[in-house]
């Protein structure tokens, strides 16, 4: 899937740079909107170029085992597919982006021939228009064959699906939605902070159909991310947490003891209670409950998306990937069995905790 930038770290570079792009960014017409009412594609698009601008972590993945076999003759010409637009390619990137649908194999095993065929007969996958769709958008990104041949198995491929236990999560959303979001993050993350307006407003214009769960990754490089992640967990037992959610990622430059007892009071909750839970045993095993189903999942940073057992390719468009999950067969995700590695750790009891759906 090529390189995506994540936060392992919080660099005063990177910082440095992120605020200038903010800056900049504030003082074009497009941009004078708060991110919570940019468009969607605004939104995304800055969240890449911000996460571009970082720290130099990077996440790479693998590529599938099974590669498609590969006719050794380049098309001859140029190939046009019904309901995919390729009009804004290039005519190099048009030449690209035939040579890799003419070789990729549809993404349904039953049907084995290239994406380009697959379209041209109408064969019976449905997933064939939005793979032709997918891979001219990693051609128009200006991506190499490799990174395309990569991006295009982690999201068609079956064996790149993970089962991502929800457990006991706070999510909110139908609990039986087509669509499961899973998000790793860290409150002191500042490239989570700029994706959680963005998945707040996907999770507005799908909240029929999307179930947003998050999951706690406190990094050991942000000072304050276990003490916020702890706040978010006692304010979750008080039916809280995405009011407290909300607060943190807004304020992620504030978050001292007495910043977060100053945000637990703005959302109404019991200081004392606040207090004595975030400190708790059942706090500290929640929060290593989430880290080692991380660990178990192969989770490099934060932000980490899974969106129906497959990993989010941060460079995509948030909206169309959703979409294709809520194409006209679109069903209540039925994950593979979970390995017993994959599998979220009992959880922990939060005596008195309510229940953790949405509470807004």
């Not at 992120?18 to 017409?29: D, F, I, K, N």
């Not at 996440?59 to 190939?79: L, N, V, Y």
């Not at 999951?215 to 947490?241: C, D, N, T, W, Y």
């Not at 045993?281 to 940073?301: E, I, Y």
């Amino acid at each position: 899937m090529g390189t995506v930038v994540r936060s392992t770290t919080a660099t005063p570079r990177g910082l440095g740079r992120l605020r200038a792009y903010t800056a900049s960014v504030s003082r074009t017409p497009s941009a004078k909107l708060p991110p919570q009412t940019m468009g969607l594609s605004q939104a995304s698009a800055a969240v890449v170029l911000a996460l571009s601008l970082g720290s130099g972590a990077s996440t790479c993945h693998g590529q599938s085992s099974g590669e498609p076999s590969k006719d050794p003759s380049t098309p001859a010409a140029d190939i046009s597919l019904p309901g995919v637009d390729t009009s804004s390619l290039m005519p190099r990137e048009k030449r690209e982006w035939t040579a890799r649908v003419s070789e990729l194999l549809a993404p349904c095993s039953d049907v084995p021939v290239s994406v380009a065929q697959c379209v041209q007969e109408k064969r019976k996958c449905s997933r064939c228009v939005p793979a032709a769709k997918f891979v001219a958008k990693m051609v128009r990104d200006g991506m190499s064959q490799e990174q395309i041949e990569q991006g295009y198995h982690a999201r068609f491929d079956a064996d790149k699906l993970k089962s991502v236990d929800v457990g006991k999560a706070p999510f909110k959303g139908p609990e039986g939605a087509p669509v499961t979001l899973v998000e790793f993050a860290d409150f002191e993350c500042p490239y989570c902070a700029l994706m959680s307006p963005v998945l707040e407003k996907t999770w507005q214009q799908h909240s029929g159909d999307l179930r947003y769960v998050y999951k706690f990754m406190p990094l050991s490089g942000h000072p304050h991310g276990e003490i916020s992640s702890r706040a978010a967990v006692a304010a979750m037992m008080q039916g809280k947490f995405w009011e407290m959610h909300d607060k943190l990622f807004a304020n992620r430059d504030h978050l001292e003891q007495t910043d977060l007892d100053t945000y637990a009071k703005d959302v109404g909750l019991d200081l004392v209670k606040f207090h004595q839970d975030a400190l708790s045993q059942a706090t500290t095993d929640w929060l290593a409950a989430d880290r080692k189903q991380a660990d178990a999942l192969g989770v490099q940073g934060t932000p980490t998306i899974y969106i129906n057992g497959r990993e989010f390719d941060i460079r995509q468009d948030l909206d169309e990937w959703i979409g294709q999950e809520l194409g006209p067969d679109a069903k209540p995700a039925l994950l593979p069995s979970p390995a017993p590695s994959a599998v979220a750790p009992p959880r922990p009891t939060l005596p008195g905790a309510p229940s953790a759906t949405p509470s807004h």
